[in-house]
């Protein structure tokens, strides 16, 4: 079946570039990860089609960064209606090339759909500030104007939601974008932009350019001094390398890097409410989120109660396809993903962890695994300090709440963690003590477009998301002057 009519979407499948779709010399193809069978071929952008965009992104800055404020809200108004209206063909698409159930993609499709209403609703509160110095000698006015070009690099967990997410405040704050979406997921992305352009986004304001070779092509943009930010959600690997290229020209960079979340279960929580927040956190998206729990602690005195409560929940969940409805738990998104999973599950196993469930991947054509809870994990296990990427519940025991807190604390990720407890005092106190960027408190989502995203230490830097997202496509000037 055509990617057309699995998802009732007319999915373009070329790089679009200064408002023309180009074919580009060469393809690449996109699997379905539930078959491992081609779903389309996509065009394969190089370094020439890159520098192209970024020239057609340079070109319609002027225009865009004058455009007044309420017609860029309304573009990004009609793309929020647009995006509601394709809901459903939007998490089918998604559903076809990241494999994640439908339940998920739905999700997925309304709350990116929702950075575009936010952002619309942000496009027209861009303020300065006016004060008089300190000493009275002058006034201090500041206004905030659009950074300039901007490149997008986003992943393939969530195509939609981390595309519209620097989209929408790129496009708030007047700044043309290039966005290079992850291989493995290029095509929600190529419908985004089509759906932007039927917006109204005018030539050159949004650019796309899938590439099956992002290390070079991705250098080349970051290599020209036309691009004055860079926008990035990943891995911290990759991460690290583009922080070494945005020093040469002095880039400014947003970015969104791996997490780690410890999920803490005291022995004060209700735990029915830690069992459904434990479902949301380590579940959704099939674990495949860099704000998936990675690591249970929880109380010796609940543990055991958790953890049956628990597995029967995981036990019901149904792993396939994921456009099939029944499916609660998709494929993972390729065979490296699944690799990995298996590598640090049988690693726990062998160094005296216990699976109360799962465990393995099963015997079938797809990138699956199975939910996986996993019991009396020792402190050192690979797997404890890794990112999972998959779905599997590492246990840990505590006693000591100063022990939870340390050893959450003890990764360079802080992205986000997750506190079950019902004494107040407890939960800020600890909420206050983790080296996270978003808690959780009990809470098993954190993600809104109208919250500040992002993590402290090495999961990031800047924030996504609420007013701070949209400062981040911008530059704070200053006058000084008197009258
Ligand atoms: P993940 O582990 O989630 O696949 P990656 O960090 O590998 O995360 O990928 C995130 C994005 O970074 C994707 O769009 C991918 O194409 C891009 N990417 C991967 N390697 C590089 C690189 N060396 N330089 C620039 N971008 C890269």
């Given at each position: 079946?055509?990617?057309?009519?699995?998802?009732?979407?007319?999915?373009?499948?070329g790089?679009?570039?200064?408002?023309?779709?180009?074919?580009?010399?060469?393809?690449?193809?996109?699997?379905?990860?539930?078959?491992?069978?081609?779903?389309?071929?996509?065009?394969d952008?190089?370094?020439?089609?890159?520098?192209?965009?970024?020239?057609?992104?340079?070109?319609?800055?002027?225009?865009?960064?004058?455009?007044?404020?309420?017609?860029?809200?309304?573009?990004?108004?009609?793309a929020?209606?647009?995006?509601?209206?394709?809901?459903?063909?939007?998490?089918r698409?998604?559903?076809?090339?990241?494999?994640?159930?439908?339940?998920?993609?739905?999700?997925?499709?309304?709350?990116?759909?929702?950075?575009?209403?936010?952002?619309?609703?942000?496009?027209?509160?861009?303020?300065?500030?006016l004060?008089?110095?300190?000493?009275?000698?002058?006034?201090?006015?500041?206004?905030?104007?659009?950074?300039?070009?901007?490149?997008?690099?986003?992943?393939?967990?969530?195509?939609?939601?981390?595309?519209?997410?620097?989209?929408?405040?790129?496009?708030?704050?007047?700044?043309?974008?290039?966005?290079?979406?992850?291989e493995?997921?290029?095509?929600?992305?190529l419908?985004?932009?089509?759906?932007?352009?039927?917006?109204?986004?005018?030539?050159?304001?949004?650019?796309?350019?899938?590439?099956?070779?992002?290390?070079?092509?991705?250098?080349?943009?970051?290599?020209?001094?036309?691009?004055?930010?860079?926008?990035?959600?990943?891995?911290?690997?990759?991460?690290?390398?583009?922080?070494?290229?945005?020093?040469?020209?002095?880039?400014?960079t947003?970015?969104?890097?791996?997490?780690?979340?410890?999920?803490?279960?005291?022995?004060?929580?209700?735990?029915?409410?830690?069992?459904?927040?434990?479902?949301?956190?380590?579940?959704?998206?099939?674990?495949?989120?860099?704000?998936?729990?990675?690591?249970?602690?929880?109380?010796?005195?609940?543990?055991?109660?958790?953890?049956?409560?628990?597995?029967?929940?995981?036990?019901?969940?149904?792993?396939?396809?994921?456009?099939?409805?029944?499916?609660?738990?998709?494929?993972?998104?390729?065979?490296?993903?699944?690799?990995?999973?298996?590598?640090?599950?049988?690693g726990?196993?062998?160094?005296?962890?216990?699976?109360?469930?799962?465990?393995?991947?099963?015997?079938?054509?797809?990138?699956?695994?199975?939910?996986?809870?996993?019991?009396?994990?020792?402190?050192?296990?690979?797997?404890?300090?890794?990112?999972?990427?998959?779905?599997?519940?590492?246990?840990?025991?505590?006693?000591?709440?100063?022990?939870?807190?340390?050893?959450?604390?003890?990764?360079?990720?802080?992205?986000?963690?997750?506190?079950?407890?019902?004494?107040?005092?407890?939960?800020?106190?600890?909420?206050?003590?983790?080296?996270?960027?978003?808690?959780?408190?009990?809470?098993?989502?954190?993600?809104?477009?109208?919250?500040?995203?992002?993590?402290?230490?090495?999961?990031?830097?800047?924030?996504e998301?609420?007013?701070e997202?949209?400062?981040?496509?911008?530059?704070?000037?200053?006058?000084?002057?008197?009258?």
């Amino acid at each position: 079946m055509s990617i057309t009519e699995l998802t009732g979407l007319d999915v373009p499948t070329g790089l679009l570039i200064g408002g023309e779709w180009a074919k580009g010399n060469a393809t690449f193809p996109v699997l379905d990860p539930a078959t491992e069978e081609p779903l389309a071929e996509v065009a394969d952008g190089t370094v020439s089609d890159a520098l192209d965009a970024v020239a057609a992104a340079q070109a319609a800055l002027p225009g865009w960064a004058a455009t007044p404020p309420r017609q860029r809200a309304d573009i990004l108004h009609r793309a929020f209606v647009l995006m509601k209206e394709r809901a459903e063909q939007f998490a089918r698409l998604m559903s076809a090339e990241n494999g994640k159930s439908l339940r998920d993609a739905r999700g997925e499709a309304a709350y990116a759909a929702e950075f575009f209403r936010w952002y619309a609703e942000e496009a027209v509160r861009i303020e300065g500030t006016l004060m008089r110095a300190p000493s009275g000698g002058n006034r201090i006015l500041t206004m905030h104007q659009p950074i300039g070009v901007s490149l997008l690099i986003t992943p393939w967990n969530f195509p939609a939601a981390m595309a519209t997410r620097k989209i929408g405040p790129a496009l708030a704050a007047g700044c043309p974008v290039v966005l290079k979406p992850a291989e493995d997921t290029p095509l929600t992305a190529l419908a985004l932009a089509a759906l932007l352009r039927e917006a109204g986004v005018p030539d050159g304001v949004v650019n796309v350019v899938n590439t099956s070779d992002p290390a070079s092509v991705v250098a080349a943009m970051m290599n020209d001094s036309r691009v004055r930010k860079m926008s990035f959600t990943g891995s911290t690997e990759v991460g690290r390398i583009l922080l070494g290229q945005a020093a040469r020209s002095v880039m400014s960079t947003s970015m969104e890097l791996g997490g780690n979340a410890p999920f803490l279960i005291f022995e004060d929580a209700d735990i029915d409410a830690a069992v459904e927040g434990a479902l949301i956190a380590k579940m959704r998206n099939g674990g495949e989120a860099c704000t998936a729990a990675n690591r249970f602690y929880v109380h010796d005195a609940v543990a055991d109660q958790f953890n049956q409560a628990f597995a029967a929940r995981l036990r019901a969940m149904k792993v396939g396809p994921g456009l099939d409805e029944s499916t609660d738990i998709g494929p993972l998104v390729n065979e490296e993903t699944r690799s990995k999973v298996v590598g640090l599950v049988d690693g726990a196993l062998a160094s005296g962890a216990s699976a109360l469930l799962g465990g393995r991947a099963p015997e079938r054509r797809g990138y699956f695994y199975e939910p996986t809870l996993l019991d009396g994990v020792a402190a050192d296990s690979a797997i404890l300090g890794t990112e999972i990427f998959g779905p599997v519940a590492p246990v840990v025991r505590f006693t000591d709440e100063a022990d939870a807190v340390r050893w959450a604390n003890a990764s360079e990720f802080g992205l986000v963690a997750y506190v079950y407890t019902q004494d107040l005092r407890r939960g800020l106190r600890v909420s206050e003590a983790l080296e996270s960027g978003m808690i959780g408190l009990n809470r098993g989502l954190v993600s809104d477009p109208a919250a500040p995203f992002g993590g402290v230490k090495q999961s990031g830097l800047g924030r996504e998301g609420a007013h701070e997202g949209l400062l981040e496509y911008t530059e704070t000037k200053y006058i000084a002057t008197d009258w």
